[in-house]
């Protein structure tokens, strides 16, 4: 016999239930910025579990979005690595869907942690558990399963500020510049670019200067120029930077 669940699975009564049966007090809330880590850090705070949020700064985010976490999550740690993603561009190879070294580098933590992350976002997030253990660290996410509306609903209903790049027509907000935001997505990315030209002009420079180093190095390149493969980059048809 097949016994009903106490809540559905998509409710904020859910989720705070969630947080109280699993999440250990005093851990770290993964904090971007936007509206999934917006909604999270307040059921966090409903809760009543003991926690800090965290925001990783890239050197990529939007000014726009570093602001309003200053602004109205003063309490939010900002965690500075070493090195920003522009440093280690330098010696590196260029990011991609394949190869996010930026992410590992730069944002992940190592320590257990409560994210944002919703099945909805994409079908390699739908295939992990809830409760995610992987390498020695757990995450837990307390909206899998909440639809886009529902984060909205929530954000309008407790009436919590969100950045104002949602309002210019921004669906998801992240690295200015990342393999995510190609042209094949066509409107994001042309916003991105028109919004942060000056990311992109660094950017492309970075590549250029990259390319000839590792031209000079006697490495045999998959592309002629370094305009050749950022304009392949911009497209997600970079697949390769050195040829096999």
């Known amino acids: 016999m097949h016994t009903l669940p106490l809540f559905d699975i998509d409710t904020e009564d859910e989720a705070v239930d969630f947080i109280r049966k699993n999440v250990p007090s005093g851990i770290s809330v993964g904090f971007s910025g936007g509206k999934d880590s917006i909604v999270t850090a307040k059921l966090m705070e409903m809760s009543g579990v003991d926690h800090e949020l965290e925001y990783s700064f890239t050197g990529m985010d939007p ?25 280690d561009l330098a010696v590196n190879v260029p990011p991609s869907d394949r190869l996010r070294w930026c992410c590992t580098l730069l944002k ?3 320590v ?9 976002e994409s079908s390699r997030r739908a295939k992990r558990d809830r409760i ?6 757990t995450t837990y996410y307390p909206i899998f399963h909440w639809r886009e509306w529902k984060v909205w609903e929530f954000i309008k209903e407790h009436k ?17 510049v990342c393999p995510y935001h ?16 000056k990311f992109f002009e660094r950017f492309e420079k970075g590549i250029s200067e990259l390319y000839y180093k590792r ?5 045999h390149m998959a592309y002629k120029t370094p ?7 911009y497209l997600d048809d970079s697949s390769r930077w050195y040829k096999e």
């Open 227 to 233: 305009e050749e493969f950022v304009k392949a980059w």
């Open 215 to 219: 031209v000079g190095q006697g490495k």
């Open 112 to 120: 257990d942690q409560v994210q944002g992350i919703r099945t909805e």
């Open 160 to 176: 919590l500020p969100y950045p104002v790049l949602y309002d210019w027509g921004f669906d998801r907000i992240g690295c200015v």
């Open 132 to 137: 995610n253990r992987y390498n020695g660290r």
């Open 108 to 110: 992940k933590t190592g």
């Open 182 to 197: 190609s042209e094949k997505t066509g409107k994001q990315h042309a916003m991105y670019r028109e919004h942060w030209p």
């Open 63 to 87: 000014p726009e979005v570093v602001r309003f976490i200053r602004k109205q999550y003063p309490h939010c740690k900002i965690r500075r690595g070493k090195r920003t993603f522009w440093k």
